[in-house]
């Protein structure tokens, strides 16, 4: 029998899932083209989702459910809360997309994208090894699909092909690795993983072992260096409006699943995985703010910035442990926290734009697509802009912030080899400067390569991407609020 402090620690998922099986029979039964109905149902449905989250992250408590496999705390619901919103804007971004070019026919898009989202939220509630991969294979599966739903498009079919065959393999490494933990512990629970460990009395190769393989599975995920091999891929050769669902929501899961593993999990070997992820951090620093120079293509150049972007929250998670002391943990964890959150925010307007430009027989996708934008739409070319600035790093977009604040989390800890990581980080940020600003450039300084033709959007979508482009001049004004409630999540997830 199945308690009531259960129930309430996956509320959020049960209505989700409800909620995607009527969408889905609705789907079934409507023979309008344009899937007015499952639209509807999905947005009403995400927007009542990310309220109930909203509201269990206001209250603030930990609830564990299901004898300890699934828990609902501060931390999770915040990053169920915003990949829900990310998701809804994702979906009204993307519907005039999907619809031009037939992605509507079937009916599966708006049940995989919510399939997606509760393989994300599975993930962000694991507080066991099972739920946590059942979590991860429910968000790759959906998201592998996706990848693939343009049938007839050769390049998406290519992405789908590259994005399986290396998840798959990211998969077997979590699974390897977890076995390893769990032949080492004798549990799959994260508390007594974690209890194991401090103990001493495991078998320390063993856990290595797993820890390497757990940590390789975590930076497959997050996308960095040397295990980005399918970002750009994927990245370009996905529909845009699919790019941008990876690139969103998938991104703050990636984050539940390291502080989940890493952090509640195995904190006692931060001393190793820790130098792990500063060797990620650097090579993803270095090779993706490098390679996104020579970029032509704008999907492929934010597909490498997004890789060298996730260097910058790893540094925000190896920051935490110093020398055995945890006094900075909540500072670095919250510091990652803000920083993933803030770059889906800007993401998800970059994209916003891309996918707005985007017309029938037309992607938009090259760089020089938008050569002359501030004469045909001073407001989308400024959307851009500030969204290009943001990921810059000026000051005082919301970027700016998020950058400042990982710094800040490197530099307080006083020691030399951080210090440098935050040096090196910064050198790294003037590189990436070219290729974001040169996007700029293009918009306001080329000369546009045809004739110019207005740009007509739905009014819901030039109201959100407005929206999108306010927040994140805001957030960076009045970084304030966000930045407490990443601390308050955080604090609360390491004292329970």
């Not at 705390?73 to 999907?98: E, H, I, Q």
């Not at 077997?172 to 194991?196: C, E, N, P, Q, R």
């Not at 980005?228 to 409006?241: E, K, L, S």
């Not at 510091?335 to 770059?343: I, K, P, R």
Request: include cysteine; hydrophobic fraction near 55%; charge should be neutral.
């Amino acid at each position: 029998m199945i308690d009531t402090f259960s129930l309430i620690a996956v509320y959020p998922e049960i209505v989700l899932l409800i909620m995607t099986c009527v969408i889905a029979l609705v789907d079934l039964l409507d023979n309008d083209g344009r899937r007015t109905a499952a639209y509807i149902l999905s947005t009403v449905t995400l927007f009542l989702v990310a309220v109930l989250t909203y509201r269990y992250a206001c209250v603030g408590n930990t609830v564990y459910g299901f004898g300890g496999m699934a828990v609902s705390d501060p931390m999770g619901n915040w990053l169920k809360c915003f990949a829900t919103l990310a998701t809804l804007v994702m979906l009204v971004y993307g519907r005039s997309y999907a619809l031009e070019r037939g992605m509507l026919r079937g009916g599966e898009w708006y049940v995989l994208n919510l399939l997606a989202l509760l393989g994300t939220f599975v993930m962000i509630s694991g507080s066991n090894f099972l739920v946590l991969y059942l979590g991860l294979e429910l968000l790759t599966l959906a998201s592998y699909a996706l990848v693939a739903l343009r049938r007839d498009h050769a390049l998406a079919l290519e992405a789908a092909m590259k994005y399986f065959v290396l998840g798959a393999i990211a998969s077997g490494f979590l699974l390897y690795g977890l076995s390893m933990i769990y032949g080492a512990t004798g549990t799959l629970d994260l508390a007594a993983v974690a209890k194991a460990v401090g103990s001493g009395q495991v078998n320390r190769q063993v856990l290595t072992l797993g820890l390497v393989f757990v940590v390789a599975a975590v930076a497959f995920k997050f996308g960095v260096a040397p295990f980005h091999m399918w970002v750009p891929d994927v990245y370009h050769g996905a529909p845009t409006a699919v790019t941008l669902m990876i690139g969103a929501a998938p991104k703050l899961a990636a984050f539940a699943l390291a502080v989940r593993l890493l952090v509640e999990g195995l904190l006692p070997l931060a001393a190793d995985w820790q130098q792990m992820l500063a060797l990620l951090a650097i090579a993803s620093l270095l090779l993706g703010n490098l390679a996104a120079i020579a970029q032509t293509n704008l999907k492929r150049m934010l597909a490498y910035s997004t890789i060298a972007q996730m260097g910058f929250v790893l540094l925000g998670l190896l920051c935490g442990v110093v020398e055995g002391n945890s006094f900075y943990a909540s500072n670095a964890y919250s510091s990652a926290m803000f920083y993933v959150v803030t770059y889906v925010l800007t993401t998800l307007a970059s994209f916003g734009v891309i996918l707005l430009l985007a017309r029938e027989g037309c992607e938009s996708e090259e760089i020089t697509d938008f050569a002359g934008l501030n004469q045909r739409s001073p407001l989308i070319a400024g959307i851009m802009a500030v969204c290009m600035f943001s990921l810059t790093g000026i000051p005082p977009l919301v970027g700016f912030q998020a950058k400042l604040s990982v710094l800040q989390a490197l530099v307080n800890t006083g020691q030399p080899l951080l210090i440098g990581l935050a040096v090196f980080a910064v050198l790294m940020s003037l590189v990436g400067a070219f290729y974001y600003l040169r996007v700029v450039k293009v918009m306001y300084f080329d000369a546009p390569v045809e004739q110019i033709q207005p740009i007509t959007a739905p009014l819901e979508v030039r109201a959100v991407l407005s929206l999108n482009g306010l927040a994140v001049l805001l957030l960076g004004i009045l970084p304030g609020a966000l930045l407490t409630l990443c601390a308050d999540a955080i604090r609360k997830m390491l004292t329970t």
